[in-house]
Structures are given as C-alpha cells and as structure tokens.
C-alpha cells in the first residue's frame, strides 16, 4: 500500500478499488441470474417433457415385396420430411427387420402422415 500511495493519491486509489468492487458484483449478479434462468428452464423443460411423453406416439412402416427401394425412399422424403440418408436407413430396416419407427410426435402430427402413406400403398401403423 505504501508504494501506491507513492505513486496514485488515495482519492485514485478509491476509485480503482470502487471499479474493482462494481465490477466483481457485476460478475456475481450475472452469474446468479444465468443460475436462476437454467433452474427455471429446467422446470419448463421437465413439465413439457412429462406432457410429451403422455402424447408420445410412433409412426411404422412396415415391410411388402411389391414396393422399389427408391419407391419408399422417395414417399419418406416428401410425407415426412426425411434426409436422403435418414429414409435410404429406414428403408433398409424396414427391409431387413420387417418395420421400423420412421416418425414420432403427437396423434394429431402423424396421422395426415400415416394417411398420406397410406395414399401410396405403403403400410403404416401408428402406435
């Protein structure tokens, strides 16, 4: 201190040690509201999970032997919205494993998906 005091006058020093306290309380506030918004974020994102998983259905498709592989992949890429990859992987399990969970969501989200499936002679189920 006493070398400060040689160098800075007290009023100086007050002022950097004020600077010092605002910034370290402004550190602390902003650490203390980023806890409080990842609890509350947590309670929102457990209570729409819970209401989720209640409505949490699957959408199958199921295997037949009178569809080509492009046939299917195409009718996933345009009804639900799947990659090239995604529906080349699920075209294949549902070759090999005779189904395959291709969509999930609501009742209300795949159904047109299901009818829409349907439309082209694929078969779908929704459970």
């Not at 947590?42 to 209640?54: I, R």
Request: net charge positive; charged share 25%; with cysteine.
């Amino acid at each position: 201190m006493f070398l400060l005091t040689n160098v800075l006058s007290f009023r100086e020093i007050w002022k950097l040690l004020l600077i010092l306290m605002e910034s370290n309380l402004r550190k602390v506030q902003h650490v203390k509201q980023q806890f409080r918004m990842g609890t509350q974020k947590k309670k929102q994102h457990s209570a729409t999970e819970e209401v989720e998983k209640e409505k949490r259905y699957s959408l199958f498709l199921h295997n037949d032997d009178f569809h080509s592989f492009d046939y299917v992949i195409d009718a996933l890429m345009d009804i639900c919205h799947h990659s090239t990859q995604q529906a080349t992987q699920c075209t294949y399990l549902v070759h090999f494993k005779g189904k395959c969970d291709i969509k999930q969501g609501s009742m209300e989200y795949l159904r047109p998906m299901r009818q829409a499936l349907s439309g082209r002679s694929l078969k779908a189920t929704i459970k």
